[in-house]
T-cell receptor, first 115, second 115 residues
Framework: NAGVTQTPKFQVLKTGQSMTLQCAQD?????MYWYRQDPGMGLRLIYY???????DKGEVPNGYNVSRLNKREFSLRLESAAPSQTSVYFC??????????????FGPGTRLLVL | GEDVEQSLFLSVREGDSSVINCTYT??????LYWYKQEPGAGLQLLTY?????DMKQDQRLTVLLNKKDKHLSLRIADTQTGDSAIYFC???????????????FGKGTKLSVKP
């Protein structure tokens, strides 16, 4: 039982390049989330998927797209990377998107540097 | 205000108790969480408390909740050097971004434990 896994662990991009961050969970959770963490900040929600087949914007969705490929996998795509997207990206999952089973479990993170 | 607030730094000596404080904003939050982040790692769920509880104890961890003042604290007894990490408080804010169960994080408290 690996929990939440993310690939890649590290990535360096040039401005304008595209890439997809992958996330998978093996806990049979319905809900999945993408956050970014910047120095001195908490985590900010980019997008979430309350259940398979649905996705919704969070606090900072601009410049990102997501795909809920199936119940296990939730990917985050940067179509044209910008230096402002340099950050650490965390994926999380929870059994449900609301109480009482909303506790979120996090992956190890992807560190992205955009030059 | 809209933010979850935490002090940024706390330094204690090994063996002392640590108390990390947090103020949150939404009185309708169902759960309040404490996460731990070690350097270069993802967020690890430490504990959580349901909003109808005043206190929760789990081994060396004690969570106190004052709903009237919207104040949450985490006490770590007999703090060890392995407890050095960043501790994030998070509230579950209903209907944030149109969905329930989204977590709003504080900026984190960096706990340094000196031998």
């Amino acid at each position: 039982n690996a929990g939440v896994t993310q690939t890649p662990k590290f990535q360096v991009l040039k401005t304008g390049q595209s890439m997809t961050l992958q996330c998978a969970q093996d806990m049979n959770h319905n809900s999945m989330y993408w956050y970014r963490q910047d120095p001195g900040m908490g985590l900010r929600l980019i997008y979430y998927s309350a259940s398979e087949g649905t996705t919704d914007k969070g606090e900072v969705p601009n410049g990102y797209n997501v795909s809920r490929l199936n119940k296990r996998e939730f990917s985050l795509r940067l179509e044209s990377a910008a230096p402002s997207q340099t950050s650490v990206y965390f994926c999380a999952s929870s059994k449900e998107a609301g109480p009482p089973q909303e506790t979120q479990y996090f992956g190890p993170g992807t560190r992205l540097l955009v030059l | 205000g809209e933010d979850v607030e935490q002090s940024l730094f706390l330094s204690v000596r090994e063996g002392d108790s640590s108390v990390i404080n947090c103020t949150y904003t939404d009185s309708s939050s169902t759960y309040l969480y404490w996460y731990k982040q070690e350097p270069g790692a993802g967020l690890q769920l430490l504990t959580y408390i349901f909003s109808n509880m005043d206190m929760k104890q789990d081994q060396r961890l004690t969570v106190l909740l004052n709903k009237k003042d919207k104040h949450l604290s985490l006490r770590i007894a007999d703090t060890q050097t392995g407890d050095s990490a960043i501790y994030f408080c998070a509230e579950s804010r209903a209907n944030y971004g149109g969905s329930q169960g989204n977590l709003i994080f504080g900026k984190g408290t960096k706990l340094s434990v000196k031998p």
